[in-house]
């Protein structure tokens, strides 16, 4: 009998780190080995003499990786991508002022400063600035990326910018899981009321009818929206298929994480005011903890998450850049070196964080680890040991891209 073709072999690798749950050790290492793969995903990793005596790989493009590391490509599953203008005056004045002293300079600031610049700008002004921005993140070895709305706070703008989300996913190589966040903030010209009623009725079904997003998101937090108004709001969107997802416990416990617990949420994220018995309740509904150290550091929060509580209490926790105006953040590496150094995890939960909890707090097992059968979504590292990967700070280690079994040519994504 013939032997299946493959397309690809990457071969030389000094080390591979499947993140395969049935590793013997945390992040599967593994040496001496290459990958083969076939169409969009990973047909066998093995010594290269077994990968020739199961397949044909006369027709294979062979890639010589040696000396470098072969990791899962890194899901990023919190961002909000999509978004006009930028805040760099704003940022830039707080590293000396208040809040109110940057206000009173006539800076415009927050959430509503960025839903000011995102109504100025069109469809293909967003779907522009959010492609340079994932051009970035490629090159830094993410693959898949999670993309809310929120700075419409109108039908017709949320529902843009979830077409953005649609456009970008088919433009350019990185995946894009779409999520609805109307409930990211209120619009100053409706009554709250109005706005929820709206959001529950018009926006959410729009959404889902129309097949733009796969998750409904509530900014759960003091100013924003109550658990109450969260649980109305997210429930409203499991009736419409959205599964939900939560940003809580960021400034302020309000209850969130009951809610996110009871509605068994796919994630819920921030989590830095959550209690020990709340982390418990969200392990134990099966919820994954999202954590963004990124986002703390542009911040300079009062109060970072508790990651070891989380990590030692039988949550699955996730790394996430956060990505957005507040937080401009690209690199899941810089997020893995931040997540080690000030927030105590091990390199190897830092990766885990970063690939498969990551495409579980996204609801998608074909990615996340390196397994046959899985995705070929990988990095290559030109490091000489994994730990290098949170050693050498604010780098890129990154020498080279798999999306989908293509090696990405830069040159191809920039036309
Ligand atoms: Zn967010």
């Known amino acids: 009998m013939a032997k299946p073709g493959v397309d690809l072999i990457l071969r030389g690798a000094d080390l591979v780190l499947t ?41 294979a493009r062979q890639v010589d990786v040696s000396g470098q590391i072969l990791a899962p490509g890194f899901v990023d599953c919190h961002t909000h991508l999509v978004f006009g203008g930028s805040r760099a005056q704003e940022y830039a004045a707080r590293m000396t002022r208040s809040a109110r002293e940057v206000a009173d300079l006539g800076i415009p600031t927050g959430i509503q400063a960025t839903v000011q610049m995102t ?3 069109g469809f293909e002004a967003l779907q522009q600035s959010a492609q340079l921005r994932l051009e970035a993140m490629l090159r830094c070895g993410t693959t898949t990326v999670e993309s809310k709305s929120g700075y419409g706070l109108n039908l017709e703008k949320e529902i843009e910018m979830l077409r953005v989300n649609r456009a970008l996913g088919v433009g350019q190589p990185v995946d894009i899981v779409s999520t609805f966040l109307g409930a990211h903030d209120f619009p100053p010209e409706v009554s709250r009321e109005r706005y929820l009623k709206i959001l529950i009725a018009e926006m959410i079904p729009a959404a889902a009818e129309a097949g733009l997003a796969q998750f409904c998101d509530v900014y759960c937090d003091e100013g924003y929206y109550t658990a109450d108004e969260s649980r109305r709001i997210l429930e ?33 994220d921030h989590l830095n005011y959550t209690t020990l018995p709340e982390i ?41 850049t956060d990505l957005c105006p507040a937080c401009w953040m690209e690199s899941m590496q810089l997020v893995m070196q931040l997540a080690c150094r000030l927030y105590r995890f091990s390199p190897e939960e830092a990766l885990l964080s970063a690939t498969r909890h990551a495409a ?56």
Not at 367 to 378: C, H, M, T, Y
Not at 392 to 399: D, E, F, I, Q, T
Not at 405 to 413: P, S
């Open 236 to 268: 409203a969107g499991l009736e419409h298929g959205l599964r939900p997802k939560i940003h809580v416990d960021a400034y302020a416990n309000i209850g969130g994480c009951v809610a996110a617990a009871d509605l068994a949420a796919v994630s819920a």
């Open 360 to 415: 579980r707090a996204v609801g998608l097992d074909d990615r996340g680890s390196l397994e046959p059968g899985k995705l070929a979504d990988i990095q290559v590292w030109d490091l000489p040991s994994f730990e290098d990967v949170i050693y050498r700070l604010g780098g890129n280690a990154v020498s080279m891209v798999i999306k989908r079994g293509k090696v990405i040519d830069f040159a191809e994504v920039t036309k």
């Open 19 to 59: 993140c395969a749950p049935s590793a013997e050790d945390a992040v599967g290492r593994r040496g001496g080995v290459a990958v083969a793969v076939q169409a969009e995903k990973i047909a066998a990793i093995a010594p290269l003499p077994e990968l020739e005596a199961a397949f044909d790989l006369t027709g």
């Open 280 to 320: 418990k309740r969200l392990a134990g509904a099966g919820v994954v903890g999202v954590v963004m150290p990124g986002l703390d550091f542009a911040v300079r929060h009062p109060r970072p998450f508790d990651a070891r509580s989380m990590l030692d209490n039988g949550l699955t926790v996730a790394l996430a």
């Open 119 to 121: 109504l100025q700008s």
